[in-house]
């Protein structure tokens, strides 16, 4: 089943262990912007939630993709390969490559 916009909000925001407040300071909205979103289970205007997704490191495209999609899961790993350390990068190599 799919999740609604402000489910999916707070998945992916409980995903990174980040408070309510939390989220409003990385997406730069003010807490009551970010509170009336779950207080109100109301869907965020557009823009807001572009800075959400931003904070989250991902497009809007990304945000609506079908997660049961496997095209959607190599999208994910791409971009957060991307994101990653030279370092990390190497070490998460060598973490696929011990994998069989």
Same mark, same amino acid.
């Given at each position: 089943?799919? @999740?609604? *916009?402000?489910?999916k909000i707070?998945? @992916? $925001?409980?995903?990174?262990?980040? !408070? *309510?407040?939390?989220?409003?300071? /990385?997406?730069?909205?003010?807490?009551?912007? *970010?509170?009336?979103? %779950?207080?109100?289970?109301?869907?965020?205007?557009? !823009?807001?939630? $572009?800075?959400?997704?931003?904070a989250f490191?991902?497009?809007?495209?990304? %945000? %609506?993709?079908? /997660?049961?999609?496997?095209?959607?899961?190599?999208?994910? =790993?791409? $971009?957060?390969?991307?994101? =990653?350390?030279?370092?990390?990068?190497?070490?998460?190599? *060598?973490?696929? $490559?011990?994998?069989?």
């Amino acid at each position: 089943m799919a @999740l609604n *916009v402000v489910e999916k909000i707070d998945k @992916l $925001r409980l995903e990174r262990g980040w !408070s *309510v407040n939390n989220l409003a300071m /990385e997406a730069m909205l003010t807490q009551s912007t *970010v509170n009336n979103i %779950f207080t109100r289970k109301a869907e965020p205007k557009i !823009s807001t939630l $572009r800075n959400i997704c931003e904070a989250f490191g991902m497009t809007l495209a990304e %945000f %609506f993709m079908d /997660e049961d999609n496997p095209e959607t899961c190599e999208t994910e =790993l791409t $971009r957060r390969i991307r994101n =990653l350390s030279k370092a990390q990068k190497t070490a998460l190599l *060598v973490l696929l $490559r011990s994998l069989k």
